[in-house]
């Protein structure tokens, strides 16, 4: 079974600043892909930005950029130029690669980050 | 945004009571999921389908069962609903196996 863990509950930082959030996962897969959810206040859960295990080069989505170690099996979230929108709960999720059905995203328990004016 | 209801919003029912959760999709996406969240755990896996009439347990399976006798509608039941499902429950649906899935706004029920 793959668990996520992400260390930090919660994290609080500056508008306008940068902020890096942690993920780490265990798997004996060797091809998954790995997600960031953003679940503001309004509890919708929103894609942030995905990366294929099999791809060396780190996703990024405008402000949004992750650095993927897989020998290390981490993960991590920067969010550039924070913004106030950005103020949610952050989750990162681990999909393995499906032999027959598909069971989905394993979550973390989330990092609750707080942009401050 | 993906087309993806749920209902109802929220519900408020009594221990031993039966629930049904309804997701209806207007993707015809092939997989569903229902999970549910809670605070200190994120998000646990309950049930899946991957197709008409296919679906499968999750990490969290024990005291719910689900239906899916057409491709937009994944149903979730508590056949007897306790204290300790208390929680938020949302749908998700994927187009592949490897999409990215996409959560309908969740439904919060409370069992009194």
């Known amino acids: 079974a793959q668990t996520v863990t992400q260390s930090q509950p919660e994290m609080s930082v500056q508008e306008a600043e940068t902020v890096t959030l942690s993920c780490t996962y265990d798997t004996s897969e060797n091809n998954y892909y790995l997600f960031w959810y953003k679940q503001p206040p309004s509890r919708q859960m929103i894609l942030v930005i995905r990366?294929?295990?099999?791809?060396?080069q780190n996703a990024t989505e405008n402000r949004f950029s992750v650095n993927f170690q897989k020998a290390a099996k981490s993960f991590s979230l920067k969010i550039s130029d924070s913004q106030l929108g950005d103020t949610a709960m952050y989750f990162c999720?681990?999909?393995?690669?499906?032999?027959?059905?598909?069971?989905?995203?394993?979550f973390g328990k989330g990092t609750h980050l707080i942009i401050q004016p | 945004d993906a087309g993806i209801t749920q209902s109802p919003r929220h519900k408020v029912t009594e221990t031993g009571t039966p629930v049904t959760l309804r997701c209806h999709q207007t993707?015809?996406?092939?997989?569903m999921y229902w999970y549910r969240q809670d605070p200190g755990h994120g998000l646990r896996l309950i049930h899946y389908s991957y197709g008409v009439k296919d679906t499968d347990k999750g990490e969290v399976s024990d005291g719910y069962s689900v239906s899916r006798s057409k491709t937009e509608d994944f149903l979730l039941t508590l056949e007897s609903a306790t204290s300790s499902q208390t929680s938020v429950y949302f749908c998700?649906?994927?187009?592949?196996?490897?999409?990215?899935?996409?959560f309908g706004n969740g439904t919060r029920l409370t069992v009194t």
């Open positions: 993707e015809n996406h092939r997989y």
């Open positions: 999720a681990f999909m393995k690669e499906a032999g027959g059905g598909a069971d989905g995203l394993t």
């Open positions: 990366q294929e295990a099999y791809k060396q």
């Open positions: 998700a649906i994927s187009e592949y196996w490897n999409s990215p899935l996409h």
